[in-house]
């Protein structure tokens, strides 16, 4: 693992939300979609820019059809858009769902 370039081995948290269950919701709905077979608790999931294109476009429908859902969805979006730009500079993105 130290082999590999630093960006695919330095980590950090771009946010860590906490009982945000209409958003995690949407990511195990993305884990099914992307082919993930078994419980979706304590699973890493590897986003690409794609991913997170579709979860900012369903969280943004969302908000449309149903005004105040996710409760938090101003800040989902940033954080979104934030890990696309973790992305774009060459970092690996996760989502890891731990309840």
Known sequence: MWNLPKKEREARIIYNWYNQWGLDKLFMKLYK??????????????LTDKDLDYLIKVILYQAEERPGFPPSRPLAVDILEEAQKAIKEGYYVYYWNWW
């Open 33 to 46: 979609k992307k082919g993930g077979k078994g419980t979706f608790a304590c699973r890493e999931m590897q």
